[in-house]
């Protein structure tokens, strides 16, 4: 049986995670297909055909897609579903939105965040807060599944060249709405696509010190991430906060500056290969994980930091 | 209007659950239980509803073992008026709760069910989403925003871009992230009061739902442990190991 992956895209360009979700893909079968769900979309379905490796690009271009509203893609992927022993979607916050209503759509049980392919049927995948890693088995027909994108090294965006064809009837349910959407725009990396963060936590005391933490992210070419503490405080917002339930990351540098390290925030960044720990309190847990810990006030510390870098 | 607020019993957040050491699933012996941290926004937002006069009743359901009766406790407590709980021995998978929580949406006909975006434990996220599906109704997830307008709701939701905001008819799914509200504290005389509030027994069977697994669990193990690396004298030392040593900046 095939195995279609549904893209994470802006009508123009694939999002990066699509290739980690492919690479899960891959691991499963060679058969793999993937859906473009939108509006206007051709371009981003073009670009899928060059992912190396895909079989054929399944595109529904309808003004009903353009936002990915759960209430519309769900029934289109159900409807797609018939073709699929697996159905595979990055864990973005769009995917988690749409795969567990196509999941109860189908009657099966979804499985979320795989970090490894053991077999067709069975996966890997972490449990409270990365603190065990559950192997389950699934009998259902069909497999339902969001991948979690740190785990699978991405496929090359280029060097495919898959058929495309449109598929899927219009599914409007004319329940939900989409109004508008406040996206902070930045020159610095994606956080879950960048090779270096910089985070803070509430050790920064406010938004404005964050300053510190964006001068040195500049020097190092990096993602700015935050601790819950630091966006509930609304130092920073929302989309910035790495953990067990915001950004999962796992970049080549993680430099933690005035976070604690409580369970949630490690779930998020324990798998950054090299981490680095600044903090004044030499007990914060965070030095349980990092490779090499600053017992150091962060104020003096961050501007000696950019100076040296 | 009638607000459903499903909560569930998990293991407390400040707790690190470890694998069991034969490997068969999670530790959870003599491990403090609480209501799941989303779940508890979730019911804070149905009582502030309620405060605003948009809602009227607000009902507490919770699936699990009879211990989970606790957490309906907890909820009422904090301002539900009355709590359903569906007793159950085995650990039921999402599949299994949204049916049985569909069920009790087919008795209830509420307005708005609010759930917490996930759960702490499985770390699924899943079941609002599924409850939607089953029902029909329109789904609004991570939501850091609710408002109420006639037979629509307007929620803004946390999504890796920002914030989005979305248009809701009601009957409608809402699933709560962690900016959504503050949960109060439930006050000595509430909790007092929530004692003589009813909670209605029921089962998965008596609601006619089918809850055998579709998964099975084969192993939980520990993840690769990181080990702790070496403390560093200052700045200077610390970029020259970056630099040298780790090699992961030039």
Redesign the interface.
């Known amino acids: 049986m095939s195995i279609l992956v549904i893209a994470e895209h802006d009508n123009n360009e694939i999002k990066g995670a699509t290739l980690n979700a492919v690479a899960a893909a891959q691991a499963i079968g060679s058969d793999v297909d993937i859906l473009i769900a939108g509006a206007n979309c051709s371009a981003a379905a073009d670009a899928a055909a060059k992912i190396a490796g895909i079989n054929k690009v399944v595109v529904a271009d309808n003004a009903a897609y353009e936002f990915m ?3 519309n893609v ?1 029934p289109l992927v159900a409807e797609l579903a018939a073709n699929y022993g697996h159905i595979l979607v990055p864990a ?3 995917g ?10 189908l ?7 795989i970090s490894a392919v053991i077999s067709e049927d ?1 996966f890997q995948r ?15 027909s069909i497999k339902v599944m969001t991948v979690r994108t740190t785990a699978f090294d991405p496929v090359a965006a280029e060097g495919g060249s898959a058929t495309i064809e449109a598929a899927g009837g219009v599914h409007d ?12 725009k930045s020159d610095r990396p994606e956080l ?1 696509a960048a090779d ?1 963060i910089v985070s803070g936590g509430r050790g920064m005391q406010n938004g404005e010190n964050f300053e510190l933490l964006y001068k040195v992210a500049d020097k ?1 070419g990096a993602a700015v991430g935050a601790s ?1 503490a630091a ?2 405080a609304g130092f920073v ?3 910035m906060q790495v953990g ?2 915001g ?1 999962i990351v796992a970049p ?2 993680y430099i933690a500056v005035g976070i604690s390290g409580a ?2 925030h490690l779930a998020g960044m ?1 798998d950054s ?4 720990a600044i903090n004044k309190d ?1 007990d914060a847990p965070i ?10 006030d962060l104020f003096k ?1 961050l501007p ?2 950019d100076e ?2 | 209007m009638k607000i459903l607020v499903a909560v569930k019993r998990v ?1 407390d ?2 707790v ?4 069991k050491s034969d490997n068969t699933g ?1 530790d959870l012996a003599n491990v403090k239980m609480a209501i799941n941290p ?1 779940c508890e926004i979730a019911v804070e937002e149905a009582v502030r509803l309620k405060e605003k006069g948009v809602a009227t009743e607000i009902i507490v359901v919770s699936i699990g073992p009879q211990a989970a009766q606790e957490q309906v406790r907890t909820a009422l407590a904090l301002g539900a008026d009355r709590g359903i709980l569906i007793t159950t021995d085995t650990d039921l ?3 299994a709760v ?1 049916k049985c929580l569909k069920a009790v949406c087919d008795n209830e006909s509420p307005d708005i069910v609010l759930l917490g ?2 759960a ?15 029902t ?7 939501a ?1 925003e609710l408002t109420i307008d006639g037979d629509s709701a ?1 929620v803004i ?13 009601l009957p ?1 799914i809402v699933t709560a ?3 959504l509200n503050e949960p109060r504290y439930a006050s000595l005389p509430n909790i007092m009061k929530a004692k003589k509030k009813t909670i209605d027994s029921t089962t998965p069977a008596d609601l006619g739902v089918d809850v055998a ?11 690769a442990e ?1 080990k ?5 004298e ?3 030392q ?2 020259d ?2 630099k040298n040593e ?1 090699k ?2 030039s």
């Open positions: 509203l759960a209430e769900a973005t916050t769009n988690k939105n749409v795969i567990p209503r196509v999941g109860a759509l009657d099966v049980q979804p499985i979320s965040d069975t972490p449990v409270y807060a990365g603190n065990i890693v559950a192997t389950v088995q699934s009998s259902d349910a004319g329940i939900s709405e989409f109004k508008g959407e406040e996206v902070a879950t270096v190092l819950r966006v509930d917002p929302n989309e067990q339930t950004k080549d540098l369970i949630q324990k290969k090299v981490i680095v030499e030095f349980q994980v990092a490779d090499y810990g600053l017992v150091a510390a000696e930091l040296a870098l | 293991a957040y400040n690190k659950v470890r694998a999670p989303f998978e999402s599949l949204a975006k996930q702490i434990d499985g770390d699924n996220n899943h079941t609002g989403q599924m409850l939607g599906a089953l029909g109704w329109a789904q609004a997830t991570f850091s307007t939701r946390e999504v890796d871009a920002g914030l989005q905001t979305i248009q809701i008819k409608a992230d962690l900016r697994p579709r998964t099975t669990l084969l192993k939980a193990e520990p993840p990181r702790a690396g070496i403390k560093v200052d700045v200077a610390l970029v190991k970056l780790a992961v900046i």
